[in-house]
């Protein structure tokens, strides 16, 4: 069956409010490739929004889940548990960047984290509120809508949300917003809307992820993790989409010197299966009552096994180091690429974002959006993101060919010189 016709077939089965961007369907992937109905070959940058830093496939992960399902499928932990369970959170209590007792509890969706952080903060302070900060994607949910800090098209329509929470100003040199404006604006909130008592914690991204992957200055994060420790407020770091060596180190927080209370983890945690957790302070973790945190499908057996798998793969490949060699020969390539619409390249490790403006020097979504639809076209699988929509995001699996990528390279800089 044609593309087109799966593609009248979606329109009349599926919601308009899904949107898809490519106009052909996913018939097999390996690694870093994938192939549509009709044969055609693609390099894909996207790899599941983050999903896939270990590729599609990895036979490694393949072979933990086949074990897995000849013993079972799913029992629900808080019913009857499961050691491998057990023994992921003990892995992930020794990796995450938090010093001392550390526990952690599993989920199936991001945005299912940062919902369960948001709780535990709360039932650790007896505080309501919550801060985020702009340009923030945090998740879908209620509550996470209520987080996100993008209107378009994430919150359109869907209020009333999920309160109080607040937003505050999100470093961004390039847009004019200085670490001191983005601090002034947390005192703001406290002068103006909630008093620093009343707020449980703030929650943000290390890299920004849908927000254009503005990455925070250390001096930022430093004076994040001091405010909260005058006021008594939790810090929380969401690195659902920068964990797992996408930034060259296992989580983004590793560049920091200071530490957060909780750390939120999903996309690439089990390479393509659906597994999300929330790590913290084991004190943190432990205040909500038993009963209060869990879900029916909450760390499936076959995800949680991915997960293992995922972690051994990371360590075997040296992926933190690879994903750092991978986003410099890319930066090198974008910078050289001659675009006059490039305003910047930034990101750490392979979390890599080009901004495109105009040229009066104003985001550019018509720009971004060129690119992306002119790689598409020439087999390069491409994602936008930011506030603006100018920016586009690099999210290969970090286990991609060398001479595959050079291939997604040259695609890159031929249609970058047109601009």
């Known amino acids: 069956m044609s593309n087109s016709d799966v593609h009248s077939r979606r329109l009349q089965a599926t919601p308009r409010g899904v949107g898809v961007m490519c106009d052909f369907f996913a018939a097999k992937a390996e690694n870093a490739t994938l192939w549509d109905q009709q044969g055609r070959e693609y390099i894909d940058f996207a790899a599941g929004i983050a999903v896939l830093n270990t590729g599609h496939r990895h036979p490694k992960v393949l072979a933990a889940v086949q074990q897995q399902l000849t013993c079972f499928t799913h029992t629900a932990f808080q019913i009857v548990p499961y050691e491998n369970y057990i023994h992921l959170a003990e892995r992930l209590n020794a990796l995450v960047p938090i010093e001392g007792a550390v526990k952690t509890t599993f989920f199936s969706t991001g945005a299912e984290a940062v919902e369960n952080a948001v709780k535990i903060a709360r039932a650790a302070t007896g505080r309501p509120a919550i801060i985020a900060f702009s340009g923030a994607f945090h998740g879908r949910t209620n509550m996470t809508m209520a987080l996100t800090g993008k209107v378009l098209p994430y919150k359109t329509g869907f209020g009333p949300f999920a309160s109080p929470v607040f937003h505050a100003r999100y470093p961004n040199a390039l847009h004019n917003v200085s670490v001191h404006d983005a601090l002034d604006s947390l005192e703001t909130i406290f002068r103006s809307d909630i008093a620093p008592q009343q707020v449980a914690a703030i929650i943000f991204e290390p890299v920004q992820g849908e927000g254009g992957f503005y990455v925070a200055p250390p001096e930022f994060v430093t004076a994040l993790r001091q405010l909260c420790d005058r006021h008594g407020i939790l810090l929380i770091a969401d690195e659902v989409q920068s964990g797992f060596a996408r930034t060259g180190r296992l989580f983004a927080s590793e560049y920091y010197e200071v530490q957060p209370d909780l750390i939120t983890l999903a996309k690439s945690l089990a390479g393509g299966f659906p597994l999300s957790a929330v790590s913290g302070r084991a004190a943190v973790m432990d205040a909500p009552e038993p009963g209060g945190l869990g879900g029916t499908y909450a760390g499936h057996p076959p995800a949680i096994a991915a997960a293992h798998a995922v972690l051994d793969i990371i360590s075997e490949e040296n992926l933190c180091e690879r994903a750092q060699w991978l986003g410099t020969q890319l930066a090198e390539a974008l910078n050289g690429a001659g675009c006059r619409a490039l305003a ?76």
């Open 344 to 419: 910047e390249v930034r990101g750490y490790g392979s979390m890599m974002a080009a901004e495109f403006h105009d040229a009066s020097g104003r985001p550019s979504a018509e720009i971004a959006k060129a690119i992306q639809q002119q790689a598409l076209a020439e087999g390069l699988i491409l994602l936008t993101c930011g506030v603006h929509s100018n920016v586009i995001r690099f999210l290969y699996p970090l286990t991609i060919p060398d001479a595959q990528f050079s291939t997604a390279l040259n695609i890159l800089t031929r249609i970058l010189s047109q601009h």
